[in-house]
């Protein structure tokens, strides 16, 4: 028998909601027609954002959004996406799929997605190709109170109130997409760019350094030693590639066990590279002030058959949301160091939570998981430990993590084995006569949900928990996942 043993009687460090956050770029079918369809759109909206979307989103409470990039960032020029849209500039996304951008989702039109969902906004402005007036002009847009020609620009665009926007990402993937920077290069134009995003009033800037890509130490080392005072986080990006090949990634609903068990493998790489990298930081951070963000992370397969290969559009499986629930739990036990993260993308992209079509709607077997882990957001980490059989490719079958918030327990767990059931012995300190009670997701490895049968794949109760003179004694089906509340 498996057993999971959780202190609830010793609350750790507080699990920041942003570990629960999403990316949205300008990339396929993300913002048009995912996120904002316009304000005449016979698909029911609000000011242009798409109602079933933003409740889905609201539902699972999304703490912080990114945009507009990713790649596409490193070429957006924020003033083209203001003012009224008749007269906005019209570009060619040469990034994806080199398709038109005619820039009616712009600065007040994400603001308004954020106010909408009610989640705090992350902006990842553009080194690669702008300026450093450019940036600095659009921090002064946003936020200050001042009454300046910038500002005045934003009253005229019908808002007279400053915006706040907290997270500022100075370039992204600068290292690739935003400007094949050496590390040496890109550590000093983060100084000189932060150096002229002011804090206006008592919104103070969480100013974001771009940080490396997968194993990329050096990146880290050097940009913590060149620049780490000047920064309060710095960023990674990890996706996980089936066979670890970007030229074969493979299909998301075509697999066999073993391609399935060399992606959990790869997605519990995540952990190695994250302790490498906090070590890295560590040498010039021994006070822990510098925060790490996973603000890319999720699966990356071959897009679906007939698609704009431009597009990134992929079917999401419940091989999809074992990724998810091992990767959520992996950001948990590093809550201490880990301030944010961000899933590739919120809507129609990579390892998208909801895909759209016209005026349909799906929620993913990954949106399941994310809806699952909500009661961790803030939520004070508690002591866990796993003893489980390691699975090919080295990943335990059982992974879990547990948090303490207004006197209730969760403790999440996922099955990763491809065809055999779990059975769980449960023991939590401090809690052994708690009432309980456990949400399952549960289907086969290939199970997905699609525009025909958009609830194939769901949340629902379940009795397959007993207590026992033991602890609590859970049948997980394989490829599962579970939230288990305890309530005092």
Not at 67 to 81: I, L, S, V
Not at 230 to 247: K, N, R, S, V
């Amino acid at each position: 028998m498996i057993s999971v043993h959780v202190d609830a009687a010793r609350p750790g460090v507080t699990i920041n909601k942003n570990l629960y956050g999403h990316f949205s770029e300008h990339l396929g079918r993300c913002v048009y027609g995912g996120l904002y369809v316009g304000e005449d759109s016979p698909i029911p909206n609000v000011k242009g954002m798409r109602t079933d979307v933003v409740e889905a989103l609201k539902r699972i409470h999304v703490p912080v959004l990114r945009w507009p990039g990713g790649c596409f960032a490193d070429e957006y020029h924020w003033q083209d996406g203001i003012g009224p849209k008749a007269g906005r500039k019209r570009m060619v996304n040469t990034n994806w799929g080199y398709v038109v951008e005619d820039n009616s989702f712009g600065t007040h039109e994400f603001m308004e997605l954020c106010s909408q969902i009610g989640c705090e906004p992350y902006i990842n402005a553009n080194v690669g190709a702008g300026t450093v007036r450019e940036m600095a002009e659009w921090v002064e847009y946003l936020n200050s109170e001042g009454d300046s020609s910038v500002v005045r620009q934003r009253w005229a665009n019908g808002r007279k109130e400053p915006f706040g926007v907290k997270y500022w990402g100075v370039g992204n993937e600068s290292w690739g997409c935003g400007g094949n920077m050496r590390p040496e290069y890109y550590a000093d134009e983060y100084r000189r760019y932060q150096t002229y995003c002011r804090n206006y009033g008592e919104n103070k800037l969480f100013r974001i350094a771009c940080g490396p890509s997968g194993g990329d130490w050096r990146w880290t080392e050097t940009l913590m030693e060149r620049a780490g005072q000047h920064l309060d986080a710095l960023t990674l990006h990890h996706y996980t590639i089936p066979g670890g090949e970007w030229d074969k990634k493979g299909q998301a609903t075509v697999f066999d066990a073993d391609l399935y068990y060399s992606t959990l493998k790869n997605a519990n790489a995540m952990d190695g590279i994250i302790r490498a990298h906090l070590a890295a930081m560590d040498r010039y951070d021994r006070e822990h002030r510098v925060g790490l963000i996973v603000d890319e992370w999720g699966c990356w397969y071959d897009v679906e058959p007939g698609t704009n290969p431009g597009f990134l559009y992929q079917q999401n499986t419940m091989r999809d949301a074992m990724v998810a629930a091992l990767t959520l739990n992996i950001f948990n036990s590093h809550a201490d160091r880990v301030c944010m993260a961000n899933i590739a993308q919120t809507v129609n992209v990579l390892q998208a939570v909801i895909l759209t079509d016209g005026d349909r709607m799906v929620l993913t077997p990954t949106y399941h998981v994310f809806d699952l882990y909500q009661a961790h957001m803030d939520a004070a980490l508690l002591p866990s430990a796993v003893f489980a059989d390691t699975l090919p490719g080295g990943v335990k079958q059982v992974t879990a993590s547990a948090s303490l918030k207004d006197g209730a327990a969760t403790v999440t767990l996922a099955n990763l084995h491809y065809s055999e059931a779990a059975e769980v012995l449960l023991t939590v300190d401090g809690m052994e006569k708690a009432a309980y009670e456990i949400q399952l997701l549960s289907a086969e490895p290939h199970a997905f949900n699609d525009f025909d049968h958009p609830a194939d794949v769901r949340i629902a109760p379940s009795d397959a928990i007993r207590r026992t003179e033991r602890g609590l004694v859970l049948t997980l089906p394989p490829c599962s996942v579970a939230a288990v509340t305890l309530r005092a």
